[in-house]
Structures are given as structure tokens and as C-alpha cells.
């Protein structure tokens, strides 16, 4: 199936300011760097994870900088190239005020990735040794607005219970 969603270019110095602002979550910056001209949903033409704004304000969990995007027409449940929302990147980086800030403007909670099928609770976890009280205050409000830790399960059946016991 052919990726149509529109990729900025990588010579394009005004989604460069773009990305980095929304990278920094820097609400002026980005309030600066949202040309009219530009598409809000674009994703990054040359990194990996071809991302957009949101993904990349999520990642910072700036609440400010994800409300403005999202009053700007972000879409609140654009994949990256990997199948990523920006909700699951702000579960993965234990960002709870993002998260509350996505799902109040009904990012979908079940929304699995593209290739192992992890939810928002499964990147809470991914690739971690540890769990922090963050990570722990991240699924607390995973589990309250509605994911049931015994069936969210990943693309190899792992529930959130089978993860944590391979961490320390």
C-alpha cells in the first residue's frame, strides 16, 4: 500500500524551523514557524521516522506546544512512518500531561503501531530496563481512561503483566 501522507521537503528551511520548534516544544518559536503556506500534518522527508510536529511536541511533552498544533489543525492520530501517533510517542517518553493533553482531544487509546502492534501502554515499556515513577504515573493513566492491562496485548501476545516481569 503506497504511503500518500504528504512529506515536506528536506530542503525546506521553513518546516526545518517547524520541526526544530516543535522539537524543542517551544510555543513562540512554533507559533512563529506554522506559516500559513506550510501543512501542519507534514511529515519529516529524511529521518527514519518520518514524524510531524505533534510527534515531535509530544515527544517533549509540551502541553502548549501540542494544544497549539492541535488548534491548528494537527491530527491528533497521524502515524509517523512507523505507525507511531503522537500519543505513543508520548507514552514512550513518560509524558502523562501529553497524554491527558491527546486523549482530551480524542487521540484513540487503542490505536496500535504498525509493525509489533504496541499500544500507547506497551511504549510506555519498550526497550526499558527500569521503571520509573513516571512510567509508573504513565500507565496509572493508561489504565484509568480505559486500556485493561490483562488484554492489550502486542503483536507477540505480550499483555502489560508478561512485559514487567522481564524488567528489574
Do not use: C
Given at each position: 500500500?503506497?504511503?500518500?501522507?504528504?512529506?515536506?521537503?528536506?530542503?525546506?528551511?521553513?518546516y526545518?524551523?517547524?520541526?526544530?520548534?516543535?522539537?524543542?516544544?517551544?510555543?513562540?518559536?512554533?507559533?512563529?514557524?506554522?506559516?500559513?503556506?506550510?501543512?501542519?500534518?507534514a511529515?519529516?522527508?529524511?529521518?527514519?521516522?518520518?514524524?510531524?510536529?505533534?510527534?515531535?511536541?509530544?515527544?517533549?511533552?509540551s502541553?502548549?506546544?501540542?494544544?497549539?498544533?492541535?488548534?491548528?489543525?494537527?491530527?491528533v492520530?497521524?502515524?509517523?512512518?512507523?505507525?507511531?501517533?503522537?500519543?505513543?510517542?508520548?507514552?514512550?517518553?513518560?509524558?502523562?500531561?501529553?497524554?491527558?493533553?491527546?486523549?482530551?482531544?480524542?487521540?484513540?487509546?487503542?490505536?496500535?503501531?504498525?509493525?509489533?502492534?504496541?499500544?500507547?501502554?506497551?511504549?510506555v515499556?519498550?526497550?526499558?530496563?527500569?521503571?520509573?515513577?513516571?512510567?509508573?504515573?504513565?500507565?496509572?493513566?493508561?489504565?484509568?481512561?480505559g486500556?485493561?492491562?490483562?488484554?492489550?496485548?502486542?503483536?507477540?501476545?505480550?499483555?502489560?503483566?508478561?512485559?514487567?516481569?522481564?524488567?528489574?
Open positions: 500500500m503506497a504511503d500518500n501522507r504528504f512529506r515536506a521537503s528536506k530542503d525546506s528551511v521553513a526545518e524551523e517547524l520541526f526544530n520548534a516543535a522539537s524543542e516544544g517551544e510555543l513562540k518559536r512554533l507559533e512563529a514557524a506554522l506559516l500559513p503556506s506550510l501543512n501542519v500534518n511529515l519529516e522527508a529524511d529521518r527514519l521516522q518520518g514524524r510531524a510536529a505533534l510527534h515531535m511536541a509530544a515527544q517533549t511533552g502541553v502548549p506546544a501540542i494544544q497549539f498544533l492541535l488548534a491548528n489543525g494537527a491530527e492520530d497521524l502515524p509517523n512512518s512507523e505507525g507511531e501517533t503522537p500519543l505513543h510517542e508520548a507514552a514512550f517518553w513518560a509524558h502523562p500531561e501529553a497524554i491527558r493533553a491527546l486523549l482530551d482531544a480524542g487521540a484513540d487509546l487503542r490505536l496500535p503501531t504498525g509493525d509489533y502492534s504496541f499500544t500507547a501502554l506497551h511504549n515499556l519498550k526497550y526499558k530496563n527500569t521503571v520509573t515513577p513516571q512510567q509508573i504515573e504513565t500507565i496509572t493513566l493508561l489504565l484509568d481512561r486500556l485493561d492491562v490483562n488484554s492489550e496485548a502486542d503483536g507477540w501476545g505480550s499483555t502489560l503483566v508478561s512485559t514487567l516481569q522481564g524488567i528489574d
